[in-house]
């Protein structure tokens, strides 16, 4: 259809009226950053919002996107999934259409489906439960590997370098925890070594005596353990207290220095399977420094991810020149992005494509090394 | 004045020693090491603030409660009009009120819509333990495992048998009335504190009980993706399940958000009228009465021929339903239910609820529950003190003004002497 | 001896430890409801408090260089006590006191409120997150049958069953030798004949407050050090089975607090040997619920005569 040529023209002038005034406008684009705040592992949390609030500033620094600047606002679940509910109805109700977050996988699964519903787009960085992108929702991503490629690389490792005699499972009950558990426990079971103990313990609790007078009884040998580093590290230290000394492996939720605090030199040892220190690589020197600068600790295994996470969502709305989540799901889905976390694409449930886990060796004064393969 | 200056310095004193550590000096964690760092400057001077100002009130406290005797106490049922003007009065303002409910949301933003539907679970709740509690006197610490009970009715049989909202919405309701049976039985014997025990025990036992039955109830994870309610068969979603349609598409407009929160809204608001209305003509009835003659005095009431087992199982089932059909409009509207939603706190919250609008009295309970839902709302910045402000004003009611809001008036008739 | 004979002595002198614990926080509990008939939901922050102060205290002297490890037990438990106690003391005086006389719904809300309040103050005062010390005080003796199963009983067990034996005895024999036990014996049953033989009630309610909040920072103390880690909320968990302990053994009787807390430290542990582990709370809840419903006074109380 052809439009009279005095009406295109107009058409175009108030177009462009009024973009220009919605960009003279110099609004903020709000982005959620919804994690642990307070609480046992507010710590997760911090790393989280250090990475994506470096992120944001920076971007800001550098003239913003869209000519918008950008503006993080924290939000607080405590990893609690009725905390992150609540949370997830405030953002919605708060007018903000794009997330990072939650931390906790059983925070992460049931704000998502507020999420999707409502049409905001949300970037985990943290949360690796498989389950979170397996309903098929278009707006819910992630900028970390998930539990099954975890839990795969524990068991296989635990198959093939371990090999113990009498392996014990215990798991903290949480979605997560239990997650990983039951997963290396299958893995291993399929290989052909069996799980003597499969037990869950309840989090918060302080007291695994019995536990662990179970555990020498039934004369483990090696122990995996799905879950947070506060009981972790109560079990490695009551552990070393009773004389139980079998080799531990976790996941990446005890990968933290608060965990040499707790345990102390029962920690030294301990297995942990993490993302990829991205801390440590050269093309981030800078970026560690820009941490340093700001009295903040670059390795945390989420801060790279969530830089990464506010990287791939600011390149998506320059590519696109829009801030729909529709719109930009699409473009995440359909490209590559170079961030820190090295060369990432997304496939179509919202996963990365390239996995990014490793093992590492933990010591007690809490750094750690990888294990050679 | 030289009297009260051992006192007051004893009372200072005490503030100090309260402080001077446990505030006065901070536990950080470094990594993997833990040092003490005195607290800032502002902290001290917080502590100083608050030495010298118990110290004075203590020096001055003769002269501050003789002038404190001298103010005027605020009569609240003053401020009503009288008698015969409310009586005239009262059914148009039911209605107004009744017609502003239901107009009301319609005007505002989301945010305070979903606010008002949250205020309104809390009223139910604090209705349903009015009955315990402050009309027939049973001290219930446990009320939140029956609004347990009516959610995780509601969760598991919408997940495992797809039963819509409101089929299961009397069916919560039987159910906790069921627990609430069961409950009662048990403490028919028990007296007081004891029975606040028991209740607090069998609440925590449900709330254990539901975190570690992983299998059936998801444990420590919950149970997600609860259906909201329809209206005939009209999801409010923005894309239908299959084999029903959604309300924006049978109406032909475009998909709003605010659509399922006004619903929800609604739906709540009728609840809420239910409630208040059966309570209201129950404590009219015989059994109404032989409540309150239980709280008054037990023996007196079984010496008297009423039958303390009836009254006390009525009680307790009763307001057990209340709190299923509260529990089951809770998971309807969050979509996901855990454990962490029904702890001791919870009850607590609600007993406070109606403790401080007055035990036994309905628009104190209803007044009460509004102020505790969205005066933290309106303090979002306070966030971080909003617990400590909730134990504090606990606190300073009790002490104030134990009685409550709006204390109980029994409804009575009078008789018109010409 | 066999092995199950070795495992379950294990688990015994875990819930002996544990118990021991309870007992300590139960007696604050019992005390004060035998005397004026309340139950005071804020004991458990008190004890979280003592924890608190204790750490504080140690690693304020670890910081400023003091070696000799006693004279920092000692001086923490000292610092522990004295700051507990006086929390116990205010919160009688300002919280409790004004109300004695009224219906007894009223105290319990209030204690409720200040049992929130206080575990928010400490949340703000020090943080949310948990806080973790390097153990102190290591290592054990370790007994029985290398081949089939070893018995460990730490030192730091050892101490925690020492120190509770001595306040116990310190507690047994105030009550019973001294002229202030005597009255508070006195006022436990029957405080307006006490007051009306002229002692001062008041006072004696507020020992009383001070003396069950001493005991719970002594137990803070210890659980402080043995388990290592502590955060605002401990307060609440504690205080739940301490009083459990304290139904259990009869509410009002002390000996019968120290015997509740055991058992029912034992019978958490023997549950958790024999069953998974996560099922220890409802256990505790459980025999609870039982006792009241079968034994309300308990196993060592008087049974209640109401009067018309």
Known sequence: ?373 | MQRALFPALFAAGVTFLLTCLVIGVRLQQDGPTLTVVGADAETWGWIGFAVVAVFLFQLFQQPLSAFKQRLPTPDLAALLPNEPLRRRLRPWLIALVVVGLFVWPFLVSRGAVDLATLTLIYVMLGLGLNIVVGFAGLLDLGYVAFYAVGAYTYALLSEYFGLSFWVCLPLAGLLAATFGCLLGFPVLRLRGDYLAIVTLGFGEIIRILLNNWTQVTGGPNGIGGIDKPTLFGLEFNRRAGEGSQTFHEFFGISYDSSHKVIFLYLVAVLLVLFTVYVINRIQRMPIGRAWEALREDEIACRSLGLNPTVIKLSAFTLGASFAGFAGCFFAARQGFISPESFTFIESAIILAIVVLGGMGSQLGVILAAIAMTILPELAREFQEYRMLMFGGVMVLMMLWRPQGLLPMKRPHLELKTS | MSETTLYVLQQLINGLTIGSTYALIAIGYTMVYGIIGMINFAHGEVYMIGTYTAFITIIGLLTMGVGSLPIILLLALVTAVIISSTYGYAIERVAYRPLRGGPRLIPLITAIGMSIFLQNYIRLAQGSRDLAMPALISGGIQFGDPEVFEVSLSWMQLIIWGVTLVSMTALALFISRSRLGRACRACAQDLKMTNLLGIDTNRIIALTFVIGAALAAVAGVLLGLYYGTINPYIGFMAGLKAFTAAVLGGIGSIPGAMLGGLILGVTEAMTAAFFPSEYKDVVAFSLLVLILLFRPTGLLGKPDVEKV
């Not at chain 1, 498989?130 to 998930?146: A, D, H, V």
């Not at chain 1, 080799?247 to 965990?259: A, K, R």
Request: net charge negative; charged share 20%.
């Open chain 1, 1 to 373: 259809m052809k439009l009279k040529h005095g009406t295109f023209s107009k058409t175009l002038i108030a177009a462009a009226a009024l973009m220009a005034t919605l960009g003279v406008q110099a609004d903020t684009l709000k982005i959620g950053i919804a994690g642990p705040v307070t609480g046992p592992v507010a710590q997760y949390g911090d790393m989280q919002k250090i990475g994506a609030l470096m992120a944001i500033d920076r971007i800001n620094a550098a003239g913003g996107v869209n000519g918008m600047t950008l503006e993080g606002v924290i939000y607080d679940d405590a990893c609690d999934p009725k905390q992150a509910v609540a949370v997830a109805n405030r953002i919605v109700n708060d007018d903000i259409r794009h997330v990072i977050g939650h931390l906790c996988s059983s925070s992460t699964e049931p704000a998502s489906d507020i999420y999707e519903e409502e049409g905001v787009m949300m970037i985990t960085a943290a949360s690796t439960s498989p389950s979170i992108t397996e309903k098929g929702y278009e707006l819910i991503f992630r900028t970390i590997g998930l539990d099954s490629l975890q839990g795969t690389l524990a068991a296989n490792h635990i198959q093939e370098r371990i090999q113990p005699q009498r392996l014990a499972v215990i798991h903290d009950k949480q979605q997560y925890g239990e997650g990983l558990a039951t997963r290396v426990r299958d893995i291993l079971a399929a290989a052909g070594t069996e799980t003597v103990m499969f037990e869950g313990v309840t989090p918060g609790d302080k007291d695994f005596s019995a536990l662990i007078a179970k555990l020498k009884r039934n004369n483990v040998d090696f122990v995996y353990y799905g879950g947070y580093h506060p009981e972790l590290g109560l079990i490695l230290r009551q552990s070393r207290e009773k004389g139980f000394d079998a080799p531990f492996m976790g996941p990446e939720g005890v990968v933290n220095s608060d965990l040499a605090a707790i345990a102390g030199e029962a920690m030294e040892g301990v297995l942990a399977t993490a993302p990829k220190s991205f801390d440590q690589s050269p093309e981030n020197a800078a970026l560690v420094e820009a941490f340093r600068a700001r009295n903040e600790d670059p390795s945390g295994p989420f801060v790279f991810p969530a830089y990464s996470a506010i990287q791939v969502l600011t390149e998506a709305m320059r590519a696109t020149r829009e801030t729909d989540p529709y719109a930009l799901a699409d473009y995440l889905r359909a490209n590559c992005f170079d961030t820190t976390i090295g060369e990432i694409g997304f496939d179509q449930k919202g996963d990365l494509t390239e996995p990014t886990f490793e093992i590492y060796t933990l010591h007690a004064d809490g750094s750690k090394t990888p294990v050679s393969k």
